[in-house]
């Protein structure tokens, strides 16, 4: 079987004759190559503004994340049985010194009279706990929860 002798072996079929090849691949790519540039250079931009926070930046999230940590301990001790003095006066002794905290972390509210009336309740719960320790879950129950109310207090006020 021999071809013809105007065929030739790579010729394309005669409907793709005339017409240029498709650009859709190549805007495909384009299109592609911006997205990734474009997230990486977000990700750089996000990264930098991130580098050139302060310590005071981040001191007020900090300060809550302890809090938060210690009073998530306190009643994870409580699930756990774990009750007795012992288990649970280092973490009101850091609740504490957190609390000493609060107004340096949150500067621009230092001067309102509301969060510093919070603050001193805070402090005065954590003072009473500290002063007569919860021998046993139930005294351990009655003062997360007061710590608890304490922080949904000033939370109310202030977290929006």
């Known amino acids: 079987m021999s071809m013809p002798p105007d065929a030739t072996p790579h010729a394309r079929p005669a409907s793709m004759a005339g017409k240029p090849p498709s650009s859709a691949a190549r805007y495909l790519f384009v299109f592609l190559l911006g997205l990734v540039l474009g997230v990486i250079a977000v990700v750089m931009l996000l990264?930098?503004?991130e580098?050139?926070?302060t310590w005071q930046d981040?001191?007020?999230h900090a300060a809550m994340q302890l809090l938060s940590a210690h009073s998530a301990q306190l009643r994870d001790?409580?699930?756990a049985n774990r009750c007795a003095p012992t288990d649970v006066l280092p973490h009101l002794q850091?609740?504490?010194t957190l609390g000493?905290?609060?107004e340096p972390a949150f500067a621009d509210l230092r001067?309102?009279?509301r969060f510093a009336d919070h603050a001193g309740k805070f402090r005065a719960g954590i003072d009473g706990a500290l002063a007569?320790?919860?021998m046993n879950c139930a005294g351990l129950k009655a003062t997360t929860e007061a710590i608890g109310e304490d922080c949904k207090a000033c939370h109310r006020d202030f977290r929006g």
């Open 100 to 102: 000493n905290d609060l």
């Open 58 to 60: 981040h001191y007020p």
């Open 77 to 79: 001790a409580l699930q």
């Open 94 to 96: 850091a609740l504490r």
């Open 51 to 53: 580098a050139r926070k």
């Open 132 to 134: 007569s320790p919860p």
């Open 111 to 113: 001067d309102d009279s």
């Open 47 to 49: 990264r930098t503004l």
